[in-house]
């Protein structure tokens, strides 16, 4: 066996096969070192007597994680990744992409390429480049609808999803699945490849699009669900009109459109807004002021509360293999809980996101007590109960009896303050907040409440135990509502003061969903159920006379069929009742209703949230503006191509958004508008939030 490496790759000789392997950690990003390299190692491949055919192979945890996402930002150097794959394509020997860990994006679109592909058990395959706002750049959009056809083609570019190496096998994208197919049995497959496989190249295979070809329309039939859920509607698009060419028209019209499509996508402040996004989240997992790899793994874990919230981080915990056990006080609401945990097993397995085999196994993993003593082995336990703050000093007093000395207590409060229910514990350094978001088996995100006295140890347990859960952990200091709700309280201000002043929920809610969120602040009340807010708002004394108004004519949102809006079954619908009563409110409150545009109702929500966000920023609440984009685009479905509230401010402009704030508090009156002294410090200094850096 002989060896030749050029920087990050090497050539082996084995039995004729030359196996080729790439070596750039962390995962193979295919940027300019390693094309070079790539493309000088195929060189020498292709002149020598000995090869018979290529193992193309990845070392690291993947085979390659695609393009190096820092590139992006100028046009890329030659040789790029178009001419790296047409060189495998075209290469005078089978070329056979062995696949372990993932390959992804331009990864997979190399692997592609060649003549046939063969993959760990383990191994992921994607094409992820919408969830940056792209599309596959690397000929994904003509050569994948020929391995998987085109209805599973659209699945996996809309929504980016990578499948497991046995669905990739399933649908014609593997050719065979075996553990370590970069060693000796890959080598076999390989060489018998060489003598006997079929080597069509993948742009010339026409089986599975032949149906689609023949009648125009079907891809736009076929796109129509996918399109539809697809986060980033341009990159959607962008995507379907190249799948759509190269299949209806010909590989290389389709495979021209994508190479345009890519360029125009590289260069739109959507992607931009993603590729931070993508960096922001991962600078998140490594929290400034709380060490990562000093926690302790939690063996087995426990919930206060069998509500929707504890239900759902129960489910959550099992999905990742978590042993957890559920307590509560009465019979009734453990056995609410357990049904809706079984529910909502059972509702997956009947949409295909799980087997039945999974799912039985993660329901084995939840146990129900009525019993605090059922906690004694628990590493952490997070208290879901009622948000108050009495209900909750009484659990952690009742839990100090029942767990270990060291367990880590958690509570899932989404406003109390953490030090004061710390302070009533005799460890206090062991208490943290993990505000989850419902429903939390869900969503993906928890903010991390880093409370004054807790230890390093119980901040990074908390802290791992929600990267093991396949969640994003952000820290977050200690304050009314954290980052995310104290945000959201200031944006249903302006809401509710913007119906007071003129605006009607349909235009309020139109406004924000043209913005790119899935629904509007009042669409969303109604659909929480206007109630608990109402509740939360008389036990502070405070109030909200519109949002009041509609409680008291016992309008609770959708479960009662009417609130904002009148509803039949789910359908909405503006409400005569609903303006009138607003219209009332305003009269009461003598203002004189105006006509409000809609560029005036999305400054007032987006630009005091803003101004909020710079306050808990200067407060140290937030380390990094960035921390408070991930929050608001994973917690709250601020729309991912718009960065978040802070990359949004950093790109409208610091001083546009000062000044706008200056002329809404003139134009209101309401001195909470003025900007904070730091975005107005920074509106002076012509600079920006700059995401990381801050
Ligand atoms: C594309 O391919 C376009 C083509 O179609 C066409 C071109 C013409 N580039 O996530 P992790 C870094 S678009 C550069 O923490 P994990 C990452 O920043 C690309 N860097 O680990 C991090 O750095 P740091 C399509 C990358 O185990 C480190 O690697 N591909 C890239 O949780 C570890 O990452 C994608 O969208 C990259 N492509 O997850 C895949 N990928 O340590 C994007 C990662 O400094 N990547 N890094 O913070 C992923 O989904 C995950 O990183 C992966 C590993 C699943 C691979």
New binding site residues.
Partial sequence: MSEVSTGPVTVEMIDGVARVTMFGP??N???LPLRKALVEALDGIAHDPQATAVLLTGQA??F?????????DAA?SSP???ELVAKVEDFPLPVIAAIT??A??????LAMAANARIADPEA?L????I??G?????G?TGRLPRLVGPARALDMILS?K?VSAAQAHHDGLVDAVFADPAAKDGVRWVAHFALKGDRTRTRDRQEKVEVAHAAPGTVAKLAAVPLHKAKDPYAAQAAVDAITAGIEVSFETGAQLEREK?DER?QSPESAAQRYL??A???A??PRNLSTGVGRRVARAGVVGAGTMGSGIAMALAAAGIPVTIVEAEQDALDRGLARIVDNLATSVAHGSRTEAAASSERALIETSLNYGALAAADLVIEAAFEDLQVKKDIFATLERHVRPDAVLASNTSYLNIDVLAAGTAHPERVLGMHFFSPANVMPLVEVVRGAQADAEALATGFELVRRIGKTPVVVGVCHGFVGNRMLEVRSAQAERLLVEGALPGQVDRVLTDFGFRMGPFAMGDMAGLDIGWRNRKAQGLTAPVSDAICKSGRFGQKTGAGFYAYEGRDRQDDRFVAELIEGVSAELGIVRRPICDQEILDRLTFPMINEGARILAEGIADRSGDIDVIWVKGYNWPAYRGGPMWYADQVGLAHVAERLQHYALLTGDESLQPSPLLGQLADDGTTFGGDSR
Avoid: H
């Fill in positions: 962390p995962v990003a295919l940027g945890k993947a390659s994680a695609g393009a190096d996402i820092t590139e992006f890329a790029d990744l178009r860990g993932v992804l994006g331009g990864g997979l679109e992921r994607g094409l992820p480049e969830t940056l792209l599309l596959p750049g690397a994904g980016g990578p890519f590289r993508f960096t989240e991962r600078a997992r490594k």
